[in-house]
């Protein structure tokens, strides 16, 4: 709510209340987070003409944003200023370089800050900087180093936390290093720290996407019965089994939890619903497809892009040509589009020997004018 914000700031003069740091410090930070930078721009000149000058929070604003919007190094620019103007950076300010640089995937930039940059300011990293540091090696399946960081943690006085857990566990298993995700998960209950939901939903994403579905249905037996129950259970860990089951070509047992969901107390959404039609199309079963999504609208469910595009795709590999039209009629009037795998499928298939009219006049609706110049006549 920027605008009321800015508002109520012009009101403050009129009634003679003179606004200060934390004032300008506020809105600066609102104003970065929407990018809207000429405004960040005028209010930083104006705050300096009344003599009101920066202090470390509203330049961590714009370190923080900047790095956020892709701009580390004008981000580095904000640190060399600050320092200039007598405001010295805190593990805040070289936090948020550190994710910027993460984001980036520059690893190297980002370990010199944490190693070097800190060191000079006698700024010691707390847990977030490891765990955004963790968290950026993960992302580029630097595991090891990520792993040398979580043990280096208490040898600086450090105790991970619930998410340096996750994040090793998500690298973990995205790296294929199954059975230590294990291990780390049993080490995150051992040193008396408490799996949350993120947790859960990391082990039985990464146990489906591992070949480990048997392993992952027994973690959710044992969720389904931690401390009597329903507390703990929620609909997204059940869409990451369904997920997992239709990925292993177990729709049968998939659809059998999407019966037991009321029993649990939970209720199915859309993206329980998405997941069941892509493994129906998958599978090729077109008409459960269709029939699921039918069920969907009839309980006020919406389709997303996601589910338009799965059903799209699946009629299309099928040869259900008219069916597909029909789903990709539904799918624009919503003002949902083809994500990029139905667009080149959709090429594909227009590249035959037999092009299908049907094919050309889907392709057709998204561009007509570029298509046309480019694309044979019918």
């Known amino acids: 709510m920027i605008d009321s914000a800015l508002k109520l700031f012009g009101e403050m003069s009129e009634k003679g209340i003179s606004r200060n740091v934390v004032t300008y410090s506020a809105l600066i930070s609102g104003l970065c987070n929407l990018s809207r930078w000429s405004e960040v721009k005028m209010l930083m000149e104006e705050m300096i003409g009344y003599k009101i000058y920066p202090d470390v929070i509203t330049f961590n604003s714009l370190v923080d944003a900047l790095c956020k919007e892709g701009l580390v190094d004008e981000a580095e620019d904000v640190i060399q200023i600050m320092k200039q103007q007598n405001v010295t950076p805190n593990v805040i300010s070289y936090s948020a370089l550190i994710d910027g640089y993460c984001l980036q995937g520059r690893m190297d930039e980002a370990r010199y800050v944490f190693d070097s940059s800190m060191a000079r300011m006698n700024i010691a990293p707390n847990i977030w900087s490891y765990n955004i540091l963790i968290n950026g090696y993960c992302k580029k399946k630097r595991i090891d180093d990520a792993m040398h960081m979580l043990r280096e943690m ?81 609909i997204s860990y059940y869409n990451v089994i369904m997920d997992g089951l239709c990925g292993a070509k177990k729709l049968d047992v998939a659809q059998a939890l999407l019966r037991d969901l009321p029993s649990k107390g939970l209720k199915p959404d859309a993206v329980t619903y998405t997941i069941l039609i892509q493994g129906c199309c998958q599978n090729g079963l077109l008409e459960e497809a269709k029939n699921i999504l039918l069920k969907m609208e009839q309980i006020c469910l919406s389709p997303d892009e996601i589910t338009y595009n799965a059903i799209v795709k699946g009629n299309l590999r099928g040869g259900k040509y008219e069916d597909a039209a029909k789903f990709f009629e539904e799918m624009c009037d919503k003002g949902f589009y083809p994500d990029s795998f139905t667009f080149e499928l959709l090429l594909e298939l227009l590249g035959t020997k037999e092009q299908n009219p049907t094919i050309f006049k889907m392709i057709q609706k998204l561009a007509p004018n570029t298509l046309k110049q480019k694309l044979p006549s019918q």
């Open 154 to 234: 208490p040898r600086k006085g450090l105790k991970p936390d619930v998410t340096t857990y996750n994040t090793i566990l998500k690298g973990l298993f995205h790296g294929g290093r199954c059975s230590e995700a294990l291990e780390i998960f049993d080490e995150l209950q051992t040193v008396g720290l408490i799996p949350d939901f993120y947790t859960y939903c990391n082990m039985l994403d990464g146990l489906c996407k591992n070949g480990e579905v048997e392993r992952a249905l027994l973690l959710l037996d044992a969720l389904e019965g931690k401390g009597g129950g329903k507390h703990h259970l929620h």
